[in-house]
């Protein structure tokens, strides 16, 4: 199909630039937890040029994954799958809090997920200036949660900073936390305190300012290399809610990101556009097709936006329970044979 619509295209002169364009998830389509899938390599070779008519279809990797800079993901997956990726292609859960700098530049926020101070460094990346993490919290006062020792290394990458005197005023849960226990006591003890970590837990009604939570990926379950499919951030955000409801008698208004939400794909048909040459109008794209491994999310989310859908059988999809219902969707069983 491909191969056929771009030889139309170029035959017809109707448009000399490419007529499709590709998003990829990357956990159950690219990558089986630290390896390529098989046929991932060539898939992306035949957009990126290896193929009968030598031209290169845009593509995007769009996921709910996260834990580095848009740099140090473009140049793993480059590596690890022998294909040059551009930081420029990458669009992960948390690319999208780009869009929060203006407002939270220079506000003490809390980064949640990932190991040690790697969130820090990714939110800094962004120009977050006040960018803290929950190991920085036990640094500060390890009785906060006491069942757990920071150790040296850690202690290493942590910020020295009183939490009694320097309000948060929003949590991202940027990617998947590790330490599901420290980080819900964390959450709780700064929403129920308006912000001051060791303050009085504030009665809801006396709140001034409400603190923003941003979740940044909807997945309950995920796909990496073990046999079933993993419990995602979208489990975390449950385990929060469950708890904070039982606190204080409701759940904590949030804010959430990632596939399949219209946000994400918004972001992500931008990040596609600005890859496109200038002959693209204003917000134009080409035909998409995303490429996902679960129905809820990566497909729910290209037929949202108006995309083409493949679903892959290398994910969190498991073929023998049939056909996923209401979601119109090309299946397939790999890669290399949804790009063709
Ligand atoms: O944390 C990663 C997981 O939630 C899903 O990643 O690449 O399948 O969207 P992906
Ligand atoms: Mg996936």
């Known amino acids: 199909n491909f191969i056929h619509a771009c030889r139309r295209s170029i035959q017809t002169k109707a448009v000399k630039r490419p007529p499709l364009g ?28 290896d193929n009968p008519l030598k031209i290169k279809i845009p593509y995007i990797l769009l996921t709910n994954g996260g834990g580095h ?83 040296e290394s850690e202690l290493a990458f942590a910020k020295p900073v009183d939490f009694s005197r320097t309000p948060i005023s929003a949590i991202f849960v940027f990617h998947d936390p590790r330490n599901w226990g420290v980080d819900v006591q964390i959450m709780c003890d700064v929403l129920q305190s308006g912000g001051l970590l060791e303050g009085p837990y504030i009665d809801k009604a006396q709140r001034k300012n409400n603190i923003k939570v941003v979740f940044c990926n909807p997945d309950l379950l995920w796909k990496s290399d073990f046999p079933r499919p993993r419990l995602g951030q979208g489990a ?39 890859l496109l040459d200038v002959s693209y109008g204003p917000g134009e794209l080409p035909q998409m097709y995303m490429i996902g491994d679960n129905p809820e999310s990566d497909i729910a989310g290209a037929n949202a936006a108006g995309w083409s859908s493949v679903l892959v059988y290398t994910g969190v999809y498991d073929p023998t329970t049939g056909p996923p219902t209401n979601i119109p969707t090309h299946e397939t069983r790999d890669v290399e044979e949804a790009v063709k």
């Open 22 to 49: 590709f998003a990829f998830d990357i956990d159950g389509v690219l990558m089986g937890g630290l390896e390529p899938l098989p046929k991932a390599r060539n898939a992306l070779r035949i957009l990126n040029g």
């Open 69 to 151: 800079t848009e740099y140090e993901r473009a140049h793993k997956l480059s590596s690890r799958l022998d294909v040059q990726i551009s930081p420029s292609q990458i669009v992960q859960a948390h690319t999208i809090l780009k869009d929060y700098v203006d407002q939270y530049a220079d506000k003490a926020i809390l980064c949640l997920g990932g190991n040690g101070d790697t969130m820090r460094r990714v939110a800094e990346s962004y120009g977050f200036r006040k960018a803290y993490t929950t190991t920085d919290v036990l640094a500060w006062n390890s009785s906060i949660w006491p069942f757990i020792q920071v150790s």
């Open 236 to 274: 975390f955000k449950a385990s929060f809610q469950a708890v904070y409801k039982t606190l204080t008698g409701s759940e904590y208004p949030y804010v959430q990101f990632g596939k399949p939400t219209k946000a994400t794909y918004d972001y992500a048909s931008g990040t596609l556009h600005n």
